[in-house]
């Protein structure tokens, strides 16, 4: 359901003081002084328009909030906390549509319109995550857009059965196919990759790698990726999730996966991680690789942080890439709004007319300001219609 909405007193992207006129959920007009009797009007206060924030990686089957606090304990490998993520889930009788509900709420109220989402597919768990979190996507349709990949977190080919299932979360609604770790995780590369991009080309879907593998080996699973790729003429329809590898190669092979990402328009999500070497960033968009930000998870049994703010988590990768000019700050906003809105594909994203009314409006003289206050949201819009404000969830 889209809305028509004249947003007054707003700054677009912190620029001079202009109203937004919106029809049917669609941007008509940008300018000052606009007027439309009988439509509804809405005080931006003179914060600053920005694009809908975009979560281009996170796991809404995974988060705890809402719940009273998790005293975290799992070990420091992928293995352990995975483990340790089944314990919890049936000691607390986990419900993913409850627990996605919560995150979306939250995600919504601080500015967030699109998000894509990895869903566990295991032959323990099945199909349940993905149905609690379509469930979710159902239910908030007019409030977010929600992407879904159908996410092998516990392996593909080591659990025989996998396979099945996630070509059948596929044609239950799923957006994506998504794979993890080929080598370390499934010790077969090139079987895993042939695995996911099968069913990825036989769905006509796109697919979202989690590539965590570090140094020459994440680098040959990426030219592997590009590779098929290229095969199956998936070019800009792949996305690699984290892609640490490419924070570690030496220039020259940096160079040349470079090269591979941005002839298939391989695009690269990265959510700043904590103690682990990462892409680079502002080298990697001068390059015109596409970049996307995500939260990758909030308040789950991985991991303590997170709120659902991404322009806290854009905070976060410039100060995990060592930026402190308002020009790189800058960067990372645009990766945070405009980058994750090419990671998921969206044609019509933006503040310009013809777009669609996706907004959120903070208060703060500049946009670095913005950042660097996390500051408050006065206005959510989603198809023109107003879904948060003052950090007020309305839907
Ligand atoms: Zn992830």
Redesign the pocket.
Known sequence: MTESLLLQNVRPLEGDRADVLVIDGVVKRVGAGLEAPGIRVVDGRNGILLPGLVDA?T?LDKTLWGRSWHRHSAGPTIQSRIADERRVRKALGYSPEEQSTNQVRQAITMGTTHIRT?VDIDTEIGLANLEGVLATRDRFREAIHLQVVAFPQSGLLVRPGTEALMAEAISMGADLVGGIDPSSMDRDPVRHLDTIFAIADRAGVGIDI?LHEPGMLGAFALELIAERTTALGMQGRVTV?HAFCLGMVDEAYLEHLTGLLIDNRIAIMTHGPGDIAFPPVRRLYEDGVTLGCGS??IRDSWGPYGNADMLERAMLLAFRSGFRRDEDLELVLDIATGGGAQVMGLADYGIAPSCRADFTVVAGETRVEAIMNRASRIAVVQGGRVVAADGECLV
């Open positions: 990686h796991h990895h989690h999730s990758d998870g």
